[in-house]
């Protein structure tokens, strides 16, 4: 399975900016959808986003719509969040993972689509 790990993480205020990073070991990368997911204390795990082989499809939860974008660079094996306008309900432990196969489409947004994941990075936002 692919290794993927997590940076990027960190503490902010309210409105601030921050770039996840996650790395993957494989130089296949390029074939595997990617996802983002987070988790709160004492909540699911949830979806954040994804973003198909080629970056060209991506799919967003609602609550994150319009303030983060996700990308890829395949030349570096690296998928990225990039989050704006951060909230407090942002706050979680972020991961990402990744799910072998080359979807023209990014539809993959339960946990349970993906088959590696990282070890996760912390965010918190304070109000």
């Known amino acids: 399975q692919v290794q993927l790990v997590e940076s990027g993480g960190g503490l902010v205020q309210a409105g601030a900016s921050l770039r996840l990073s996650c790395a993957a070991s494989?130089?296949?990368?390029?074939?595997?959808?990617m996802g983002w997911f987070r988790q709160a204390p004492g909540k699911e795990r949830e979806f954040v986003a994804t973003?198909?082989?080629?970056?060209?499809?991506?799919s967003y939860a609602d609550s994150v719509k319009g303030r983060f974008t996700i990308s890829r660079d395949n030349t570096k094996n690296t998928v990225y969040l990039q989050m704006n306008s951060l909230k407090p309900e942002d706050t979680a432990v972020y991961y990402c993972?990744?799910?072998?196969?080359?979807?023209?489409?990014?539809?993959?947004?339960?946990?349970?689509?993906?088959?590696?994941w990282g070890q996760g990075t912390q965010v918190t936002v304070s109000s």
């Open positions: 973003i198909n082989w080629s970056g060209f499809s991506t």
């Open positions: 494989e130089d296949t990368f390029s074939v595997y959808a």
């Open positions: 993972a990744a799910r072998r196969g080359r979807f023209s489409t990014a539809t993959l947004t339960s946990s349970a689509d993906f088959g590696s």
